[in-house]
């Protein structure tokens, strides 16, 4: 399966693959300005906490040669890095690699280029390490299993999250090389089905058994015996080890943790938020409750009918069996913290 380049800096634009095309069409984005990049940032045509960590650190340097075109003040460009740094309230990473690139600015276009470039391609290597580690955890956790494993995973945590290389997913990729992997469930992720559209891509391309999923019907295969383990990505891990992931990870935990089942987490070491001391205090994107009320413009809801739509869900340190990242593994349900 060739790696396919989520985003990337060509041409001094960044160009990134509109997911949200997928999985009928591939097709990529060129964007040349911050408020573009932003806007497909909070559209989910870019997603995924370490590709947003890298549109980022590139959102840095698109937005230091925008300054120089446009002649803007400091004070402009601060405005302009702090609207893309809030696109996506909970994801930490987008901050992250804003701030990491910022810093390099009073030392040139250079060395912001160099940095920008640097999280992409560090992106790559730590994932592929996440990911040969959480199989080895995964296989030690289910070592009382002979046959090939049968793991659940939720929302899309592969190289369509990432630069190039997924974290939940790599897990998986790595496990299906081994030969381990007898069948994935993917949740299909309402209300914009990235699990169903973009996962389900992944792993077809994979070329591993899988099966499609409603949301409601994860916890269910877990208590009939059909889960081994389940597999999922992570948005922002807070202090105390709870994990914020997308919304319907926590149904999954609760069931996980009832049958027995390992709940694994895989997320670079960037996701980690020592700022935030616990679930409680990460922000909840809500999103527009139209993702809800209608799908492909037409209203399935009566007229008159509002929404809810909370993009993430906080997983309790106590129901996170292990955090795996490029560096180690936390085990959060025995009381270590990351």
Known sequence: MAAVRTIDWVDGAVVILDQTALPHEVRSLTLTDVDGLADAIRRLAVRGAPALGAAGALGVLLALRQARAEDWDDAGLATALDRLRRARPTAVNLAWGVDRVTARLPQGEDAVMAEALAVLEEDVAVNRAMGQRGADLVEALCGGRPAGLRLHTHCNAGGLAAVEVGTALEVVRALHARGRVERVYADETRPLLQGSRLTAWELDRMGADYRVVVDGAGPSLIARGLVDAVVVGSDRIAASGDVANKIGTYP???????????????????????????????????????????????????????????????????????????????????????
């Not at 070491?269 to 616990?278: A, G, L, N, V």
């Open 252 to 338: 999954l935990a609760l069931a996980a943790a009832r049958e027995g089942v390992p709940f694994v987490v895989v997320a670079p070491e960037s996701t980690i938020d020592p700022r935030t001391r616990d679930g409680a205090a990460i922000a909840i994107e809500d999103r527009d409750p139209e993702e809800v009320l209608a799908w492909g413009g037409v209203r399935v809801a009566p007229a008159g009918a509002e929404a809810v739509n909370p993009a993430f869900d906080v997983t309790p340190a106590d129901l996170v069996t292990a955090i795996v990242t490029e560096r180690r593994v936390v085990r959060p349900s025995a009381g270590e913290r990351p």
